[in-house]
């Protein structure tokens, strides 16, 4: 296995009929590594879900990018103590292109993963539940940061799926609390200036432990304690390879980046 550093293969997928035909040998070099491979980490970021409608946070056109003021809602200190955050996150809820929105190649490339018995954990940073909808495994997907599929009320910690929360704002609510202890319910996902789930981490980190190869996918791999999955994967002896549309905070972690779109670069690694 290369060492990180000038020896680290990254090609840039572009116009330049060079570029291209180095994107595609990498990429054939990193699909005999995971032929070879006997456990496969995943760590998907917002960027797999791009292809399928739904805008990621940090990227050139990310959702918190080109709006600052939308990082307020998902800031748990303002969510909890600002009405009107909440009404403006009910609407955009409401909205939200994960209702409409269906699983793409790359979504179905992991599932593909998994079904040839090489996947060991796929990881997601992401919230809205299009592993689950490709068909992976309940069992293999460690939800870091929640679900928005689902309300939780703050208070009580009842929870319930987000459609019926959804229904009574539809209905005139602006801003529903939980008709169990009238706490404030906030969809089921990490906020920042909320704890993630020690069980989730501790999964997660066992995972990065245990690979021989870890695919981190469409992350900027700059979101803390999860990013650290990359070096204590490459510690242990794992091969690392980044799929990403641009870099990342982990490049020099890796034995092979691969710059393009996701949908394309993923079917072509990961099948048999």
Not at 62 to 73: D, F, H, L
Not at 116 to 130: E, P, Y
Not at 193 to 206: F, I
Not at 218 to 237: E, K
Request: hydrophobic share 40%; glycine share 8%.
């Amino acid at each position: 296995m290369n060492d990180p550093g000038d020896d680290v293969e990254d090609v840039e997928d572009s116009a330049d009929g060079a570029d291209v035909d180095a994107l595609t040998a990498l990429a054939d070099e990193v699909r005999s590594w995971i032929d070879a491979a006997e456990r496969v980490v995943v760590l998907a970021g917002a960027g797999i879900s791009t292809d399928s409608g739904i805008a990621d946070f940090r990227g050139p056109n990310g959702v918190w990018t080109r709006n600052p003021e939308a990082e307020k809602r998902a800031t748990l200190q303002y969510y909890m103590s600002d009405p009107q955050v909440r009404r403006d996150s009910w609407r955009y809820r409401l909205e939200h292109p994960t209702w409409s929105a269906e699983p793409n190649a790359g979504h179905r490339a992991l599932v593909a993963l998994e079904q040839r018995g090489k996947l060991d954990t796929l990881v997601t940073q992401n919230i809205d539940g299009l592993h689950h909808a490709a068909g992976s495994s309940p069992a293999k997907v460690v939800e870091v940061h929640g679900t928005m599929r689902e309300v939780v009320c703050m208070s009580c910690g009842e929870r319930a799926p987000m459609e019926r929360a959804l229904e009574r704002v539809r209905a005139g609510e602006d801003d529903p609390d939980c008709r169990t202890c009238g706490g404030i319910l906030k969809s089921a996902t990490i906020s920042f200036g909320q704890n993630l789930v020690v069980e989730d981490l501790q999964r997660a980190g066992d995972a990065a432990r245990r690979c021989d190869l870890l695919l981190a996918v469409g992350s900027t791999l700059s979101v803390y304690p999860v990013a650290d999955m990359v070096p204590v994967a490459r510690m242990a002896g794992a091969r690392v390879v980044i799929v990403n549309g641009s870099e990342t905070a982990m490049d020099h972690h890796a034995d092979a980046m691969l710059r393009g779109s996701i949908s394309e670069l993923l079917p072509h690694i990961v099948r048999g």
